[in-house]
């Protein structure tokens, strides 16, 4: 059974920054290809970045060169790392294991003056 428990969210202000974690548990994480997703309010739950077992990455255009995801599999924890934000970027971020088809209960991130 893949349990996934994100943390790290919460409110900041624009052009600040926060660091996501997903902890992963049940799975070879070293193999699973993971992702950070986010739902804005009335907009659909959109990808924000994924990263394969071996490290390659996936950005959304609207998150380039502000995000990174990252992992350590030693630690069965992928990585969020957000700057420059934006009103924008406020959502509630959910990880997921594409390998194993799982979400997390997802975190609450906001962006506001």
């Known amino acids: 059974q893949v349990h996934l428990v994100e943390s790290g969210g919460g409110l900041v202000q624009p052009g600040g920054s926060l660091r996501l974690s997903c902890a992963a548990s049940?799975?070879?994480?070293?193999?699973?290809?993971m992702g950070w997703y986010r739902r804005a309010p009335g907009k659909e739950r959109e990808l924000v970045a994924r990263?394969?077992?071996?490290?390659?990455?996936i950005y959304a255009d609207s998150v380039k060169g502000r995000f990174t995801i990252s992992r350590d599999n030693g630690k069965n924890m992928v990585y969020l790392q957000m700057n420059s934000l934006k009103p924008e970027d406020t959502a509630v971020y959910y990880c997921?294991?594409?390998?194993?088809?799982?979400w997390g209960q997802g975190t609450q991130v906001t962006v506001s003056s």
């Open positions: 990263i394969s077992g071996g490290g390659r990455t």
């Open positions: 049940g799975s070879i994480f070293s193999i699973d290809t």
């Open positions: 997921y294991s594409h390998t194993n088809d799982y």
